[in-house]
């Protein structure tokens, strides 16, 4: 799998070209499913309008709205419930997988019980758009900072699909957003490599090698 993680969508040309880069096709010609789940979990975006806006290309972070070709939605919680044949066909025909943000440990667990997450190192040629706690869910741990939910059994671990983590929307002091005194902060508990991100910037993974794609402001932090 291909990973595009943003901090706040397809924002700028550069990342646009980026994704285009790793579908190697126009958006207009790529089929892609929306997965809003993450947003259930977090109170700030939902549930209601805000994932509406979200899976009816009505956000203020350009990700559905972007000429894809195709777009569905794939609802994660729904998942367990059905047939593996109804959906897993779906999802290993489109090229591209877009992401909502929210909470990420929610969108881990029904990752997890819902089989996406098992499924993931089959799907060599999809590319993953991450949007926030889209893109950090990839990572092997976030920080208590941006918990707003626990699973059941109490496991606060990401995917770890990736080797570094993600502190996303970081924002000159004084902005909305995070602040740089906050993600300096917030890295001194988490044990490996990390990613300061603003809203301008993203990082692709495609075959291991990383690279980061910005018209922002980003810090690697150590």
Known sequence: MKLLLTSGGVTNP?????????LGKPISEASALCIPTAMYGHPSVGPGERVWRFISGHSENPMVDLGWKSMGVLELTAL????????????????ALVVAGGDVLYLC????ESGLADLLATLG???????SAGSMVMTPEVGDEFIQWRPPNGDDRALGVVD????????PDGQPGNSMAEAEQWVTAISGPAYALD???AITVVDGNV?????????LLS
């Not at 593996?84 to 290993?92: G, M, Q």
């Not at 667990?109 to 997890?112: G, I």
């Not at 690279?211 to 810090?219: C, L, Q």
């Open 14 to 22: 550069s990342i646009r070209e980026a994704l285009v880069d790793m």
């Open 80 to 95: 367990p419930s059905l047939d593996e044949a109804a959906w897993v066909p779906l999802v290993r025909e489109a090229d």
């Open 109 to 112: 667990h029904w990752m997890r």
């Open 125 to 131: 040629d999809t590319v993953w758009v991450g949007l």
């Open 164 to 171: 570094f983590s993600i502190f996303p929307h970081l924002a």
């Open 199 to 201: 809203d301008q910037t």
């Open 211 to 219: 690279e980061v794609v910005s018209e922002g402001n980003w810090k």
